[in-house]
């Protein structure tokens, strides 16, 4: 099926731990999401790739980095985790950034202990 | 920051019985777009409204927008179990059109069989 596709779909890391989550959509999307939703808080973008080769912080962008793999792939790491990370975390992809409706994946449901 | 604010936070209705959700945002806008959020998944595309248009509709949804109130609508007529779900506006674009979508904290809906 056609879609955003992210991997784990669940994680637990210690305080320090590093990880990455994968996001990868088939739908040839130029532009890629990594919002980030905490109760009462609605999603807050950390980071985004307007185009293939390039990314821009989002609201929230500390204590992360992206990569943009190639036109299908955008991955987010956490380099030192902290409980404060502990979220759920969504990707997403579009056409073009503000202008058409996004596909989202299905989360990445983090706890960091 | 977040741009949409949703009221009510909250709405329970008994099926067949129409749902309205309302957002407010603070800046110009490109475009307006309304996402359903069933609970442990990704936010799915409703609808988007481009600044020029003043009512759209899809199926069973209506959406207003009123531009020079910054605000907007979502109309669910005859509601049924299925449509419980948190309900999230999102505001884009800017006149551009070329910065990503920022998420209210959306209205949780129930609907009552």
């Known amino acids: 099926n056609a879609g955003v596709t992210q991997t784990p779909k669940f994680q637990v890391l210690k305080t320090g731990q590093s990880m990455t989550l994968q996001c990868a959509q088939d739908?040839?999307?130029?532009?890629m999401y990594w919002y980030r939703q905490d109760p009462g808080m609605g999603l807050r973008l950390i980071y985004y790739?307007?185009?293939?080769?390039?990314?821009d912080k989002g609201e929230v962008p500390n204590g992360y980095n992206v990569s943009r793999l190639n036109k299908r792939e955008f991955s987010l790491r956490l380099e030192s985790a902290a409980p404060s990370q502990t979220s759920v975390y969504f990707c997403?992809?579009?056409?073009?950034?503000?202008?058409?409706?996004?596909?989202f994946g299905s989360g990445t449901r983090l706890t960091v202990v | 920051s977040q741009q949409g604010e949703e009221d009510p936070q909250a709405l329970s209705i008994q099926e067949g019985e129409n749902a309205t959700m309302n957002c407010s945002y603070k800046?110009?806008?490109?475009?307006l777009q309304w996402y359903r959020q069933n609970s442990g998944r990704g936010l799915v595309h409703l609808i988007l409204?481009?600044?020029?248009?003043r009512e759209k509709h899809s199926g069973r949804l209506r959406v207003t927008l009123d531009t020079s109130k910054k605000s907007s609508s979502l109309l669910i007529t005859a509601s049924r179990a299925a449509d419980t779900a948190s309900y999230f506006c999102?505001?884009?674009?800017?006149?551009?059109?070329?910065?990503?979508?920022?998420f209210g904290k959306g209205t949780r809906l129930s609907v009552i069989a």
């Open positions: 790739s307007a185009s293939e080769g390039t990314t």
């Open positions: 409204i481009r600044s020029n248009e």
């Open positions: 739908m040839n999307h130029n532009s």
């Open positions: 999102a505001t884009g674009g800017s006149n551009s059109g070329n910065t990503p979508l920022v």
């Open positions: 997403a992809s579009s056409e073009a950034r503000g202008i058409s409706g996004y596909t």
């Open positions: 800046t110009s806008i490109n475009n």
